[in-house]
């Protein structure tokens, strides 16, 4: 099969990468990379806006709750068993789904140890604080090309909360404005431009190998339990297989 | 059990939210900073990225049918062949859009 062996990337990307550092430019530089996200990310924000004007929040708590939970998918879920006023039961179930629906963010939070666990701690903390899928899969395919600004992983997240915060507030206002993104294939958006990236992070057969593992795992996951476990339980099965394949 | 009569604002659900949002975000590295790195483990973390995506990506395109898969490979294939993602984004949407104006 094809074996990058030519390449030292490959199996020591840990050791080669440069140590990590900040820059102003990587700000932009990394807002610039998540741009192709934008869209979708106006159109996903104005559509939770319209539900939670529905479930009676305030649009005060809406803008509060994007600017501080910053997690679509898990706001989505979560508004489903949102009360008013809320018991301390809905209080905690709003937590554990909040939590689930998350789950992949322990992944990719372990994904960056090997980088980001090099900078000082509180530095490390607080940009895993902004973590969120575009950000991490634009930093993590930027390091996978052997690169070591942290700005890129802090600009491109910071650049999508600025949209999130902000767009939520005329998909509030007009309610019912965008009536069917699936038209669009805006609720496509993520899986569409995660397998762009995914392109760009091929690097050979070995780690190919648990990739597919993770995805028939996945896709029998998604089939057998409800909810989002299948992310976690695909991407943990894959990537175990993955490190017990050996380089050749 | 007894009753429970407290009830809470809309700020402490959305707190809630944020604190298990925040433990998801800063848990997965803590615990990686007290695994030895091995071999293994090094090749585990490797993998993972990829991993993750595949296991969103695959799921999701089943989900959305066979326009999801139209859509999906009409991005891959622009992104091998011309290297520019803001291009194969726009086209995985068109190809979406299009497969469903068509009843695919």
Redesign the interface.
């Known amino acids: 099969m094809l074996c990058d062996t030519g390449k030292s990337m490959t199996t020591q990307?840990?050791t080669s990468a440069p140590a990590p550092y900040w820059t102003w430019g990587g700000l932009s530089e990394g807002a610039w990379r998540s741009?192709?996200?934008i869209p979708g990310t106006i159109v996903f924000s104005m559509v939770f806006g319209t539900i939670a004007a529905q479930k009676g929040?305030?649009l005060t708590?809406t803008v509060?709750?994007n600017a501080?939970?910053?997690?679509g998918s898990?706001?989505l879920v979560?508004i489903e068993v949102?009360k008013?006023?809320?018991?301390?039961?809905?209080?905690?179930s709003?937590?554990?789904i909040?939590?689930i629906v998350?789950?992949?963010?322990?992944?990719?939070?372990?994904?960056?140890?090997?980088w980001?666990?090099q900078l000082p701690t509180w530095q490390?903390?607080l940009a895993?604080?902004q973590?969120v899928?575009a950000n991490w899969?634009v930093a993590?395919r930027y390091r996978?090309e052997g690169g070591g600004d942290v700005s890129i992983y802090l600009g491109s997240g910071l650049a999508l909360w600025v949209i999130w915060v902000t767009s939520v507030i005329p998909g509030y206002l007009l309610g019912a404005f965008i009536k069917d993104p699936?038209?669009?294939?805006?609720?496509?958006?993520?899986?569409?431009?995660?397998?762009?990236?995914?392109?760009?992070?091929w690097r050979g057969s070995r780690?190919?190998i648990?990739?597919?593992?993770?995805?028939?795992?996945?896709?029998a996951?998604?089939y057998l339990i409800a909810g989002y476990w299948?992310?976690?339980?695909?991407?943990?099965v894959?990537?175990?297989?993955?490190?017990?394949?050996d380089d050749e | 059990m007894m009753s429970?009569p407290?009830?809470?604002?809309?700020?402490?659900?959305?707190?809630?939210?944020?604190?298990?949002?925040?433990?998801?975000?800063?848990?997965?590295?803590?615990?990686?900073?007290h695994v030895p790195?091995t071999v293994?483990?090094?090749?585990?973390?490797?993998?993972?990225?990829?991993?993750?995506?595949?296991?969103?990506?695959?799921?999701?395109?089943?989900?959305?049918g066979a326009a999801?898969v139209i859509?999906?490979g009409v991005?891959?294939v622009?992104?091998?062949l011309r290297?520019n993602?803001?291009l194969?984004?726009?086209l995985?949407?068109?190809?979406?859009?299009l497969a469903?104006?068509y009843g695919i």
């Open positions: 990307p840990h741009a192709p996200l929040l305030t708590d509060l709750m501080i939970v910053f997690a898990a706001q979560a949102w008013n006023p809320l018991t301390l039961g809905a209080v905690l709003l937590a554990t909040t939590a998350n789950a992949r963010f322990i992944l990719m939070g372990a994904s960056l140890r090997p980001l666990g490390a903390y895993l604080l973590n899928d899969i993590s996978g699936a038209r669009f294939g805006f609720d496509m958006m993520l899986p569409i431009f995660f397998s762009a990236m995914l392109v760009q992070m780690r190919a648990g990739w597919g593992i993770a995805g028939v795992v996945a896709l996951a998604s299948f992310v976690v339980i695909g991407a943990v894959g990537s175990i297989v993955g490190g017990f394949i | 429970d407290a009830v809470y604002g809309p700020i402490a659900g959305i707190l809630a939210m944020a604190l298990a949002t925040y433990f998801t975000r800063v848990i997965g590295f803590w615990l990686m900073g790195v293994r483990v090094r090749r585990m973390l490797e993998t993972l990225p990829g991993a993750i995506v595949v296991a969103i990506v695959v799921p999701l395109t089943a989900k959305a999801g859509a999906v991005t891959v622009a992104m091998v290297r993602e803001f194969a984004v726009a995985g949407l068109t190809a979406i859009s469903r104006a």
